[in-house]
């Protein structure tokens, strides 16, 4: 067998991609969304329907130019979410716009947004997760849509703090970024890393210990990996989101995969139980400097995307304006 077919005993692997060709091959339960992914995949003429859908709802429910292009911009990323859920059987990871990340009321706004267009699809709320940024108004905005039975994909997660606030809240999902850790300490020491000694697998083994040591309900799923080792390092994981071209790898690769993540394991750790609350959390994210530099850069990098997409769209619309006249 495959190691990505061993791999799946173990673990609940996910797409993270947009494209629906690389869904169909390779067969995961779920999958996630970035504005990146997005930006990539609606670039391609074989999704120009469900761009050109987007913009007719933008046009016709919006009253400035400036609503119709977040209506087409919301609208896109339900298409695309829509139509992954006809191949995949689990969720799809739908992504709060990354201007939002400090902005309670605005992520609200757009996650209640996005679960109204799903639904209108015929799309129940309990198939989508919505996806929010690691930061402290993100977790109190996954609060309260937890609470409203909307599930919750915490990204940009870097830290332990990052981890326990939302599992304090009770976020369905997180999602820690293996890869850009590892990118980090590579930059600042010059070293590399074998998979056992990985910053980001390190990382993610700390959280998921902790986790089941002290029985959060919050499900991990390790992100944004960089090679084919750190997922393995991995295995036992509760899930692991993985690109096209790591899940083709895997699948090309033959061998067992030993599970390197145990709950009862972890849970028989001697582990100190943390205590989060605004202050604590802002003062460890504060002293953990590759958390900080990664939130940041990552909060304006899916930014960048999203305002890259805009710029598309805007073309779109005005050709579309063009042709008509």
């Given amino acids: 067998?495959?190691?990505?077919?061993?791999?799946?005993?173990?673990?609940?692997?996910?797409?993270?991609t947009g494209e629906i060709k690389e869904i169909k091959q390779y067969k995961p339960t779920d999958a996630?969304?970035?504005p990146s992914l997005i930006q990539a995949a609606a670039a391609m003429p074989e999704y120009l329907p469900l761009i050109e859908e987007a913009i007719e709802y933008g046009k016709s429910k919006g009253r400035s130019k400036e609503e119709q292009l977040d209506l087409i911009i919301t609208k896109v990323f339900v298409n695309f979410g829509v139509e992954i859920l006809k191949i995949v059987p689990g969720r799809v990871s739908t992504e709060v716009d990354a201007r939002l990340s400090f902005d309670i009321e605005g992520s609200l706004k757009k996650a209640h947004q996005y679960i109204d267009l799903y639904k209108q699809a015929g799309i129940p709320k309990e198939r989508i997760l919505i996806k929010l940024a690691s930061t402290w108004e993100g977790v109190q905005a996954a609060k309260i849509l937890e609470k409203e039975g909307i599930h919750c994909n915490m990204t940009l997660m870097f830290s332990m703090a990052q981890a326990i606030a939302c599992a304090e809240v009770g976020a369905t999902l997180i999602s820690p970024f293996v890869g850009r850790i590892l990118d980090w300490y590579k930059t600042h020491t010059g070293k590399d890393y074998?998979?056992?000694?990985?910053?980001?697998?390190?990382?993610?083994?700390?959280?998921?210990?902790?986790?089941?040591?002290?029985?959060?309900?919050?499900?991990?799923m390790g992100a944004s990996?960089?090679?084919?080792?750190?997922?393995?390092?991995?295995?036992?994981?509760?899930?692991?989101?993985?690109?096209?071209?790591?899940?083709?790898?895997?699948?090309?690769?033959?061998g067992d995969v030993p599970k390197k993540l145990d709950a009862k394991a972890a849970s028989t750790r001697s582990l100190a139980k943390i205590h989060i609350d605004e202050k604590s959390f802002r003062w460890m994210l504060n002293e953990d400097a590759m958390a900080t530099d990664k939130l940041s850069d990552g909060i304006r990098k899916f930014a960048e995307a999203t305002v890259s997409l805009e710029k598309e769209i805007l073309k779109m619309m005005d050709h579309s304006t063009k042709k008509r006249a």
């Fill in 32 to 34: 996630t969304t970035n």
């Fill in 194 to 220: 074998p998979p056992h000694e990985d910053p980001g697998v390190q990382s993610v083994t700390s959280i998921y210990n902790y986790y089941k040591k002290f029985g959060y309900k919050t499900q991990i």
């Fill in 1 to 16: 067998m495959s190691k990505l077919d061993e791999l799946k005993k173990l673990t609940t692997i996910v797409a993270d």
């Fill in 225 to 254: 990996f960089r090679n084919s080792g750190e997922i393995l390092e991995l295995a036992g994981c509760d899930l692991l989101t993985i690109s096209p071209k790591l899940l083709k790898e895997l699948q090309e690769a033959q």
